[in-house]
């Protein structure tokens, strides 16, 4: 089963870009990785999909238009553009592996973003 | 639209077997080809998948706790339910119900603790 490896923080200032990355563990170049979003006190939210073609599928329900992905070898990037208040979370990305008995969906240990 | 609600005592002595229900809302746990998951993050920790169900009873569980974890269905009440069994500190977590991984509840703290 796939390893997914994220840095433990990153900041951007208001209304600057931040990009997470999500490393896949060798192997596992063709998977598809999901990332989510875990406000203080709530449960996480779904963000969206995203392979080495970019965006698999549809955003999240009220996610805004300035989450966009990308996917190029092992990594898989999430950047947030104009970031706001509101985006300081923890991003976690998850990905699955396997069918039928055999399945398995594991989860990064997250990145903590803050908004300076 | 789809909501979600974890409940279940919040506190477990070890060795105990460990119950959570999530209540789904909004819609019909019968309805579509969903999955209904747990997930669960102990403190300072990643999120760990525990495992999922769906509506006619297929389970799936993560192999490093499928000895331990049962979860069952209840459509007549529109609930899924999560067993633990044989519980230690190590199963305290945040203990999380979904839609496959789309939506979340928002999560029930657990604590094994005597």
């Known amino acids: 089963q796939p390893v997914l490896t994220q840095p433990p923080s990153a900041s951007a200032s208001l209304g600057a870009s931040v990009t997470l990355t999500c490393t896949l563990s060798s192997g596992y170049s063709n998977s598809k990785v999901d990332w989510y979003q875990r406000r203080p006190g709530k449960g996480p939210r779904f963000v969206m999909r995203?392979?080495?073609?970019?965006?698999?599928?549809s955003k999240g329900d009220g996610i805004p238009d300035r989450f966009s992905v990308l996917g190029s070898g092992l990594n898989r990037y999430l950047t947030i553009k104009n970031i706001q208040e509101e985006d300081e979370s923890d991003y976690h990305c998850?990905?699955?592996?396997?069918?039928?008995?055999?399945?398995?969906?594991?989860f990064g240990n997250g990145t903590k973003v803050t908004v300076l | 639209q789809v909501q979600l609600q974890e409940s279940g005592p919040g506190l477990v002595k070890p060795s105990q077997t460990l119950s959570l229900t999530c209540t789904v809302s909004?819609?019909?746990?019968?309805?579509?080809?969903?999955?209904w998951s747990w997930i669960r993050q102990p403190p300072g920790k990643g999120l760990e998948w525990i495992g999922y169900?769906?509506?006619?009873?297929?389970?799936y569980y993560n192999p490093s706790l499928k000895s331990r974890v049962t979860i069952s269905v209840d459509t007549s009440k529109n609930q899924f339910s999560l067993k633990l069994s044989s519980v230690t500190a190590a199963d305290t977590a945040v203990y999380y119900c979904?839609?496959?991984?789309?939506?979340w509840g928002q999560g029930t703290l657990v604590t094994v603790s005597s």
């Open positions: 169900i769906s509506y006619s009873g297929s389970t």
């Open positions: 909004g819609g019909s746990i019968s309805s579509g080809y969903y999955y």
């Open positions: 979904a839609r496959q991984f789309n939506p």
């Open positions: 998850g990905a699955d592996h396997g069918i039928g008995s055999n399945f398995v969906y594991v």
């Open positions: 995203v392979g080495t073609g970019g965006i698999v599928g």
